[in-house]
């Protein structure tokens, strides 16, 4: 079982839907959480971290995570085509060290 | 400010040929990432600097790869004797050095080897 779980997708919602992107991961140790958008042929980008179980807001974009169903997700409010990018999640436990899952990939269609 | 910068952005090499991959992080930032990303996956952690001294190089996958940071600012990753499976993007980061500070990612060096 590989450390942190994504669905490759592609997952496809129309403008303005809200996109639900989620992310497993297999140990009791991790205490962050941190969600990436990465554009084609581009470097990720920290779009959300999260540290405590519960929601975070930042904008259009809310963070969930629950550590002992060990699973983090990302919804992103009102999507726009713009928002189409791999959505890449990690967590890292007590090194600085992140772990990467293989990333989503979203399509938001006009 | 600058942010991380990568060069060259582009390598093309031939296998068994040494290459010489430089990270330059953004000033201040005292911890410096490598990882490398294949086409599809997300991105693999290689080693990890804190200021001159590599604090993690776990991700490291075998000696013909080694990496540098004499001063503590810029990095170089160095890869001996290449193979067509070193082909990838490899990309650097940098952080202010705490454990929830945020990594910010330079544009990736794309290494193919032929």
Known sequence: ?110 | GAGVSQTPSNKVTEKGKYVELRCDPISGHTALYWYRQSLGQGPEFLIYFQGTGAADDSGLPNDRFFAVRPEGSVSTLKIQRTERGDSAMYLCASSLGGQHDTQYFGPGTRLTVL
Not at chain 1, 18 to 24: D, G, K, Q, R, V
Not at chain 1, 64 to 89: F, G, M, W
């Open chain 1, 1 to 110: 079982q590989k450390e942190v779980e994504q669905n490759s997708g592609p997952l496809s919602v129309p403008e303005g839907a809200i996109a639900s992107l989620n992310c497993t991961y297999s140990d009791r140790v991790s205490q962050s959480f941190f969600w990436y958008r990465q554009y084609s042929g581009k470097s990720p980008e920290l779009i959300m971290s999260i540290y405590s179980n519960g929601d975070k807001e930042d904008g259009r974009f809310t963070a969930q995570l629950n550590k002992a169903s060990q699973y983090v997700s990302l919804l992103i409010r009102d999507s726009q085509p713009s928002d189409s990018a791999t959505y890449l999640c990690a967590k890292s436990g007590g090194s600085y060290i992140p772990t990467f899952g293989r990333g989503t990939s979203l399509i938001v269609h006009p």
